[in-house]
């Protein structure tokens, strides 16, 4: 199986940052980052992701109570800095296909990789919140089919751009003086419904050809960009019949859309607490819970049903209609879909989404325990690897790692060495060709020079 490290600030769960051991600093401190991306490498793990959005949502007490969200580092710049101090790591980042520039994208990732010599991975999002539209010259989030449109022609914008060169561009010939040939040089010419981009990009192509394109979209449009152009997908943490559902559905789209069902690796998040016993892990996150006053967690549950207001319903009563939202749609319906199925009260949902931040179940348990679960959903058709989401940290990942990774590489399920020095070759996902190459009819070369 993969795993992915997700370090969310200072935990999951929302009173993690409270744990008596947390690192409750600044989420300036690069050598905390830097201390769980080696922890991660030396545990063999494929990649650390960094989620971001572009914005802050203030909403009731959790401008008080919620520093773990707020001064975040912009991740790019976090992965540059840890591909100086790391070797065989994978290094993902968020960037918002809503309010950046595919040129921007492209440049930014393209040098990560070339960094860190084969490690860099974009996870493509639609941003869901007005906050973030506000800081782009936007009054309000453009509608739900209207971003992902946008977004399917930014990731193809984006993918077309790392192949403005080809492989083998710059001879570097002193004794010709030949620095690269022209020929093997394309400019795009794009011009789309949302973009326009001439091209070519000022970055010779990535080491692994494309950084890896992770998405998370649940969405039908989400799903079809996803079969289409993802390499890794990110999906919650759903009861084992609705994740091989999923599963089964998104293996099938890669198929129909001419890709090996293999192409895109399909990874749960687990929002994760370990100890030696069950006990101590129920008795940690009881202590967590408790750390999290009610009004935060309900605070946290009305942003993640789309900003719908609960204070009017009674808190042991069940949760009433919601309706749909332009926003984090997939999120939203999780919750909805969660507190139907288990007869959940809306204080009950808010202490699930203090644990999970989502629809996702949170994994509490022993070594064997969590190990059990993933090798269910690893064998049953479920999953293909995992997100891993400590509840605190750092100790809550050190628990994963000392207790689990062994577990599970007893059971045969996870690796004891890297397989490759890129992120592709460990994830077992080929390096793309050049489309250019391919049909050489797309490109040209760029006005400039024609002049």
Known sequence: MKLFLHPLNTGTHLGGWRHPDAHAGSLYDFGYFKRMALKAEAAKFDAVFFADEPGYRPIGTRQAFGSMDVGKLEPTALLAALAAVTERIGLIATMSTSFNEPYNIARKFATIDHLSQGRAGWNAVTSTTDEEARNFNLGKLPAHDERYRRAAECVDVVKSLWDSWEDDAFVRDKAAGLYSRPEKLHALGHTGEFFSTEGPLNVGRPPQGHPLLVQAGGSEPGRALGARTADA????????????????????????????????KIMVSLQVLVARTEDEARAQKAMLDALTPLPVALAWTELMLGGFDLSPYPLDGPLPAVPETASGQTARQSLVDLAARDHLTVRQLAQHVAATRGGSGALVGSPAQVADAMELYFREGAADGFVIAPAWLPGGFDDFVELVVPELRRRGLFRHDYEGTTLRENMGLRRPSNRFVDDPALGHEPRIWRR
Do not use: C, N, S
């Not at 089964?248 to 129909?256: P, W």
């Open 233 to 264: 997908i990110f999906v919650g943490y759903p009861p084992l019949a609705a994740a091989q559902a999923y599963y089964a559905d998104m293996k099938r789209r890669v198929l129909e859309a001419g890709r090996e069902p293999d192409a895109l």
